[in-house]
């Protein structure tokens, strides 16, 4: 049986709505990502509390990098509303060998 002890990973900002948990320490956040956290975290469906990650961002309708735990509703595309935002891994056959020194052309 062990015990651990481990200091908070996050920061809390208490909102008028629900608590977010920002796991930024050391990253800055802009002025807007906060103001668009704090209006979703005073939306009476949002369940216990935002979460908001080192990538958090302002964003177009949501804030990249947050985390937006909901109450009895469904939220399609909170996040990656930002044209141009985010990654996707595809495997292909190619090589390195087989692609230019560089993919300016391209």
């Known amino acids: 049986h062990y015990i651990f ?8 900002i208490n909102t008028t709505g629900v608590p977010i948990k ?6 800055e956040v802009a002025k807007n990502a906060v103001e668009q956290l704090q209006k979703v975290a005073s939306l009476s469906i949002i369940h216990s ?12 309708g ?8 909901s109450i009895g509703a469904i939220i399609p595309a909170a996040v990656g509303v930002d044209i141009g935002c985010g990654m ?11 692609l230019p020194e560089s993919l300016k052309e391209i």
Do not use: F
């Not at 002890?5 to 996050?10: D, E, I, L, Q, W």
């Open 22 to 27: 920002m796991w930024t320490k050391g990253v």
């Open 88 to 98: 996707i891994a595809v495997e292909t056959s190619l090589r390195a060998e087989d």
């Open 49 to 60: 509390h935002v979460a908001a990650m080192p990538d958090v961002h302002y964003g177009i």
């Open 62 to 69: 949501a804030t990249v990098g947050s985390v937006i735990p």
């Open 5 to 12: 002890t481990m200091k908070r990973a996050y920061e809390v």
